[in-house]
């Protein structure tokens, strides 16, 4: 129980992360700063997803640059 409270993202799912980084940085932003062809090569949350759900080290990247992000309060 007290690791998931220390667990930043306790109760997100990877769609909502995703989501939040296309919105806040769009699609060549996020494509450039994380350099994979599923942000670069016709993005979409769809194929993003499943690729990423494949992928633990593309995983491990979204979850950081999420967490390293700064978003506006409420979102």
Known sequence: ???????????KTLEMILNAL????????????IRINCFLSDPSIKSSLKFL?????????VEELYLNTRFAEGS
């Open 1 to 11: 129980m007290q690791q998931q409270l220390n667990n930043q993202l306790h109760g």
């Open 22 to 33: 296309v919105a806040h940085y769009g699609w060549p932003e996020l494509g450039y700063r």
């Open 53 to 61: 759900r494949k992928t633990p080290w593309a995983r491990a990247k």
